[in-house]
C-alpha cells in the first residue's frame, strides 16, 4: 500500500520559515517524480513546485519561486519543501504527491495535477 505522509506545517509570523517533509512508503520511490501542491480555503488546489527521481530538475510556480525550494533524499524515501519568507497568501494545506517519473515528461506534466498518489496534507498558516 504506497503512503503519503506530510509533516512539518504549523503557524508561523509571516517573514519566518518552515520546512514540510514528505516520507514514502509503499512503492519504489527513488523513480518517482514528486510534487508539492496547496490548496488555500475556498479555492483551487494549484502547484507549488515539482522535482524529478533524480533531483536533478525541479518546478516552481512563479509565486513560490526564489522563496521556496524542493528536495529529496531517496535513501530516506522522503521529498522536502524548505519555505522561507512565508507570507499570509502561502497560507494553505500543502499536498504532497507522486507519479513514476518519465524521460519523456516536459515541465507541464510535472507542473500539472496527474499524479497518481497523494498524502493527506499538512496545514501551513502563515500570520501577518
Known amino acids: 500500500q504506497v503512503q503519503l505522509v506530510e509533516s512539518g506545517g504549523g503557524l508561523v509570523q509571516a517573514g519566518g520559515s518552515l520546512r514540510l517533509s514528505c516520507a514514502a512508503s509503499?512503492?519504489?520511490?527513488?523513480?518517482?517524480?514528486m510534487g508539492w501542491f496547496r490548496q488555500a480555503p475556498g479555492k483551487e488546489r494549484k502547484f507549488v513546485s515539482a522535482?524529478?527521481?533524480?533531483?536533478?530538475?525541479?518546478y516552481y510556480a512563479d509565486s513560490v519561486k526564489g522563496r521556496f525550494t524542493i528536495s529529496r533524499d531517496n535513501a530516506k524515501n522522503t521529498v522536502y519543501l524548505q519555505m522561507n519568507s512565508l507570507k499570509p497568501e502561502d497560507t494553505a494545506v500543502y499536498y504532497c504527491?507522486?507519479?513514476?517519473?518519465?524521460?519523456?515528461?516536459?515541465?507541464?506534466?510535472?507542473?500539472?495535477?496527474?499524479?497518481?498518489?497523494w498524502g493527506q496534507g499538512t496545514q501551513v498558516t502563515v500570520s501577518s
Open positions: 504527491a507522486a507519479k513514476r517519473d518519465r524521460t519523456y515528461y516536459s515541465s507541464s506534466d510535472y507542473r500539472g495535477q496527474e499524479y497518481d498518489y
Open positions: 509503499g512503492r519504489t520511490f527513488s523513480s518517482d517524480a
Open positions: 522535482i524529478t527521481w533524480s533531483g536533478g530538475n525541479t
